[in-house]
């Protein structure tokens, strides 16, 4: 059987990417103004932190287009894990472009208090800002809720283990956008009612450090799939189900899944097969299951290899209806 080239499917995730970018630049836009007319520390935070979000998208946008080319030879193994180096890119942007700034100016306010005004502004832009990452954060939990569904998962638990950096980064930083917004809106609001800058100085550094542990988050997670993440054991349990039900393979001896890419896996297998073969029929029924395997949109390559008679078969509790589940 000829291997057939993958096709890459229009991505879901990439219709996230951009409305989170086109939310972000207005939002961005419009705390920048409410910043300068109010004054507000708070306001400055959340300015910084949307245009950190704005740049981001084009990172995360890098991320699902270049990770999605097929592979060649110069790249045998595709080019997925692109979208873990872009995407922690976006991260460290987040970390010194959000956080950083947003800290240093709150520090700042403490130390040279600057007189506010304008508070309705940053009320009205607040408010509107809500809306627009609300839509945002929809988009990007509903993807998210429906990969969960699929591999009968947490929604948050999705978040941390998905292979699919860019759904876990628009997810985290409009969650961080969010909470954020409040945190601005309280410090606004105390700064109003008490006349002391003290309160929205403390929401900037709040809202800093809030940017911060997301990014570190995005980081790590990244990191853990650049130097090689192993598979979870659903998935592991139901890609050997699916191999085990191959006509020709009799055993299952080794097996080894690693992303390389979002939804994208290394497989390497020992198999013993069904029969008696001579050498030459062997190494061909091997390749032509190689081939069959990768046809599989999940599989960017598989090496198998035979068993030895001693190799005691790897057992897997799998329901007699299990199919394997959606990489996310």
Known sequence: MAHTEKR???????????IAFVANILVAAAKSVAAVLSGSASMAAEAAHSWADTGNQVFLFF??????????KGHPMGYGREAY????????????????????????????????????????????AFVFEGISFIQ??????????????????QVL??????????????????????????????HQVTGSPLPDAIGSIVVGVLLAVVAVLL???????????????????????????????????????????????????????????????????????????????TVEEAVLTLATPDEAALRFQATETEKPPPLQ
Do not use: C
Request: no cysteine; aromatic share 8%.
């Open 8 to 18: 890459s499917k229009p991505s879901s995730t990439l219709l996230t990417v951009v």
């Open 63 to 72: 991320a699902e287009r270049r990770s999605a080319r097929p592979r060649d």
């Open 85 to 128: 180096v872009w995407s922690m890119f976006a991260a460290f942007g987040l970390f010194t472009a959000g956080a950083v700034v947003s800290i240093m100016h709150g520090i700042q306010e403490i130390i040279q208090p600057e007189p506010a005004a304008d508070f309705m502004v940053a009320y009205v832009v607040l408010a509107v």
């Open 140 to 157: 990007a939990f509903r993807e998210t809720r429906k990969a969960a569904h699929e591999l009968e998962r947490h929604t948050l638990e």
């Open 161 to 190: 283990i998905s292979s699919d950096p860019t759904l876990r980064a628009v997810f985290a930083e409009d969650a961080a956008a969010l909470i954020g917004l409040v945190v601005a809106f309280v410090g606004v609001f105390l």
């Open 219 to 297: 980081i790590d997670r990244n990191r853990r799939f650049l130097v090689g993440q192993g598979v979870t054991p659903d998935i592991e349990r139901s890609m050997a189900t699916r191999m085990l039900e191959h006509q020709d393979i009799a055993r299952l001896t080794y097996l080894h899944l690693e992303f390389v890419g979002p939804r994208k896996l290394y497989l390497v297998a020992a198999v013993d097969l069904q029969g008696d073969h001579p050498e030459h029929e062997v190494a061909v029924a091997l390749r032509r299951i190689e081939r069959e395997l990768e046809d599989h949109e």
